[in-house]
């Protein structure tokens, strides 16, 4: 959309690629949810915030991997014709 | 052919769109099509709306599981913790003599390790003994080799739900002994 490149490219490119070769766009949806991910390390004692935030990371990409696409409402369906 | 166009009144995504339409732009795409309702711009508004909606769903998605996994983590730790103490805290089983060692003994298990064993108490063994076959299994798996209750449903073909509320029983019924006593 913006600047940043959205999430819907970043999943689908994602699904598409080998596991090998994902890293890159991994990379880039951990590093757009880093503040997220950061604020959820307090959840935890200081000495366990690396354990977290490695857990966390590899549930986002099972996540992303396995994402089920759902078709999205057709337009029509907001715009009333009179 | 100018048009009115209104929203729908009770639409599954009303909020979604509506916050879609306070970006200018989009609302420019809207208008655009409302003026000239042909399948080219119906296909950009469309698209340019599933894009938002996406974004917004992985977005709370992402949110959702960046929370639930850290409460979870720090669940599991807790755990860990309860669960490893509580076997620090067990006579290990050279302190039982033999003479003590409960009659109890699974016989289609591959190891004969069972908390049986290691009950030293009179009262214990005889309430370890009024336990079903299954209930002292699933504490044997569940104290003595700290399998997690998944893990054990997976062996026995039921739910972790199953699991937890049958071991829950066990020790509730075994407490409710103690109380009687």
């Given amino acids: 959309m913006q600047q940043e490149p ?75 014709w009179e | 052919m100018v048009s009115a166009c209104k929203y729908q009144s009770p639409p599954p995504y009303h909020a979604l769109w509506q916050s879609f339409l306070r970006e200018q732009k989009n609302k420019e795409l809207l208008y655009r099509y409302v003026r000239n309702p042909n399948e080219q711009q119906r296909k950009i508004l469309e698209q340019t709306f599933h894009q938002f909606m996406f974004e917004r769903r992985f977005l709370s998605y992402f949110s959702k599981t960046i929370h639930y996994t ?31 060692i409960s009659s ?22 005889s309430a370890w003994e009024r336990l079903t076959k299954k209930q002292q299994q699933v504490l044997d798996l569940s104290f003595v080799y700290g399998y997690t209750d998944t893990e054990i449903g997976e062996k026995f073909n039921q739910s972790q739900q199953a699991i937890s509320r049958l071991k829950q029983r066990a020790l509730q019924y075994m407490r409710h002994l103690y109380a009687q006593k």
């Fill in chain 2, 70 to 100: 850290a409460v979870q983590f720090d669940k599991r730790e807790r755990r860990f913790l309860d669960r490893n103490q509580r076997s620090l805290d067990a006579p290990t089983s050279e302190e039982a003599s033999p003479t003590e």
């Fill in chain 1, 6 to 80: 959205a999430f819907t490219t970043l999943v689908q490119e994602m699904q598409n690629l080998e596991h090998q070769e994902q890293e890159e766009t991994l990379e880039t949806i951990l590093k757009r949810l880093e503040p997220k991910i950061q604020q959820a390390l307090y959840q935890t004692t200081p000495d366990r915030r690396d354990d977290l935030e490695q857990e966390i990371r590899i549930k986002l990409m099972e996540v992303t991997r396995n994402y089920q696409w759902k078709e999205g409402p057709a337009i029509d369906q907001f715009v009333r």
């Fill in chain 2, 104 to 125: 109890v003994k699974p016989a289609h298990r591959e190891s004969t390790n069972t908390l049986g064993d290691d009950i030293s108490s009179d009262f214990l063994s």
